[in-house]
């Protein structure tokens, strides 16, 4: 396979899935089954571009078991384009750098590890934008 494709897929499998609401057009992140603006039903599977900017945040001291090693680090409430809210933790910035309103971008990256046989767990985080991307 090619590198390109190789990169193809993964960008595939971890775009932010949501739903839309075919009654208002409000996105939502994850699987839902009721509108949360206007409580309709018909909602139907769509991709999140992943892009956002910073809402609030905060910086994460005591992380829970398995986040150790990374404090201290960032963590945000980001508002994507589409609207929705979402959680996650910052990376590739230094805390002194993070502002509201910052724009960034989904990115995948390892989040914990377990154990020296290392079963790793990856998810998405969130990084500055890059500004040829603005
Ligand atoms: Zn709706």
Redesign the pocket.
């Known amino acids: 396979m090619s590198l390109a494709r190789h990169w193809r897929l993964q960008n595939q499998r971890y775009r932010l899935m949501g739903m839309r ?1 075919e ?4 996105r939502m992140i994850g699987r839902r089954f009721v ?1 949360t ?4 039903r018909e909602l139907q599977p769509c991709y999140l571009k992943g892009q956002g900017a910073v809402y609030s945040y905060t910086v994460v001291y005591d992380a829970p078991s398995g986040y150790e090693g990374m404090v201290p680090y960032p963590a945000a409430l980001v508002r994507l384009d589409e609207g929705p809210l979402v959680a996650a933790q910052l990376t590739d910035v230094d805390i002194e750098e993070v502002y509201v309103g910052m724009p960034v971008e989904m990115v995948t990256r390892r989040l914990r590890e377990y154990g020296e046989d290392g079963l790793i767990v990856y998810g998405y985080k969130f990084r500055p934008r890059l500004k040829d991307q603005l």
């Open positions: 609401c009654d208002c057009g409000a509108c603006r206007c409580k309709s």
